[in-house]
């Protein structure tokens, strides 16, 4: 099977995640990475561009910038145009709060690119609670933006919550307004997340209500989000389905760090950095915990259940953050699992010690209301 093939990682990620700044001018509760300001020591634009070498060198299919918001860094246009010229794909995402009219038309212009604009609701008064005063309003209109400027189907990237989960019919519209394309994303407990998780977070019946969703409209995009839902049906989901953490994707942050997933950016998950001997590859190929997670697994406790095949046990990084054993059940277990395992955790006897909540930030985040500025045109 792929999958199994998959598992055992391959020479180089299909793709990575790279949170290029810290900066952000918004505070969304359940951001992974806690953004908000800028690390001063992160990559300089050289360290950045030799990156960039390194992923074109090791055929790199594309790379997925985020943060923060990394437009706001001054040489993000000049690293988005080295990597194309090394054939590195781009998809970024961002907030849309720096998307002027003259932005999207250079964007346009752009071969190799794709742009994901996050909102997590269908109206100001379900986004605005998690994204900030004024973030609707800022993200929609960089989407008729980029829609005027003739950018082809971007995305439109929504984190499923409790309180957006019943909009979804209304998101896939909104974002078919614009030409866009859905994409939902999971919520983890990761970053600020992992305050806001235990109130963000689904139902069980709106999980169930997601996994019919997504089945009628297999033209919304999700990777690899929500592998754990495959037991509520008799085929997997669309994407990737099992945990590609240190086998096919990883993240490496701000200040070079590398992490095993997206989502576990904390010290127990970090394999390495691009500023040690050998960079980037050398981490990818060589790093102790990379081959630990690539190594053959007998699925731990969930190995018995009838549905491993389709959940594969579920998210490391949501299993990490809750205090869960990696080797158990999914805290989101479509057939109840992780709940008791959850309940053991609230009543203060985790089943192991509990992580801290993700890297330490030079400073609290600022959030900025868009309602009150005037944008740039």
């Given at each position: 099977m792929l999958a199994d093939d998959l598992a055992l990682g391959l020479g180089a990620p299909i793709c990575l995640t790279w949170e290029l700044t810290y900066s952000c001018n918004l505070a969304c509760t359940h951001c992974l990475s806690s953004s908000g300001?800028?690390?001063?020591?992160?990559?300089?634009?050289s360290e950045a561009a030799a990156f960039v070498d390194e992923l074109a060198a090791m055929q790199v299919f594309y790379v997925n910038i985020g943060g923060g918001e990394p437009t706001l860094r001054p040489d993000f246009v000049e690293i988005v145009e080295h990597a194309m010229a090394g054939g590195v794909g781009v998809k970024f995402s961002t907030n849309?709060?720096?998307?002027?009219?003259?932005?999207?038309?250079?964007?346009?212009?752009?071969?190799?690119?794709?742009?994901?604009?996050?909102?997590?609701?269908?109206?100001?008064?379900?986004?605005?609670?998690?994204?900030?005063a004024g973030s609707y309003l800022a993200a929609t209109r960089a989407m008729a933006r980029l829609a005027e400027a003739g950018f082809g189907p971007f995305k439109v990237s929504v984190v499923v919550t409790r309180h957006n989960a019943g909009e979804l019919e209304e998101l896939l519209a909104l974002a078919g307004r614009f030409g866009a394309e859905l994409r939902l994303a999971r919520l983890r407990p990761s970053g600020r997340g992992a305050a806001s998780w235990s109130e963000l977070r689904p139902t069980p019946p709106q999980l169930v209500e997601v996994h019919r969703f997504l089945r009628c409209h297999p033209e919304v995009l999700t990777g690899d989000s929500f592998f754990h839902l495959g037991p509520l049906g008799d085929e997997p989901l669309a994407g990737l389905n099992l945990c590609g953490a240190g086998r096919v994707v990883c993240l490496v942050d701000p200040v070079g760090d590398v992490y095993a997933c997206p989502f576990v950016m904390h010290p127990e998950f970090r394999a390495g950095s691009l500023r040690d001997e050998g960079g980037f590859a050398r981490v990818w190929r060589t790093s102790a915990l990379f081959s630990e997670l690539r190594a053959p697994s007998d699925g731990g406790a969930c190995n018995a259940c009838g549905s491993f095949g389709s959940c594969r046990g579920g998210c490391m990084a949501a299993k990490f953050f809750t205090g869960l054993p990696l080797d158990g059940p999914d805290p989101e277990c479509v057939l109840g699992r992780g709940e008791p395992l959850l309940a053991l955790v609230a009543a203060g006897g985790s089943p192991r010690p509990a992580p801290g909540t993700g890297h330490a930030m030079p400073g609290r985040p600022v959030p900025v209301a868009f309602g009150t500025r005037r944008m740039p045109r």
């Open positions: 300001r800028r690390d001063p020591a992160e990559l300089s634009t849309g709060t720096t998307i002027t009219r003259q932005r999207a038309r250079r964007y346009a212009e752009m071969e190799y690119l794709d742009i994901q604009v996050s909102l997590d609701g269908a109206s100001p008064a379900t986004n605005d609670p998690v994204r900030g």
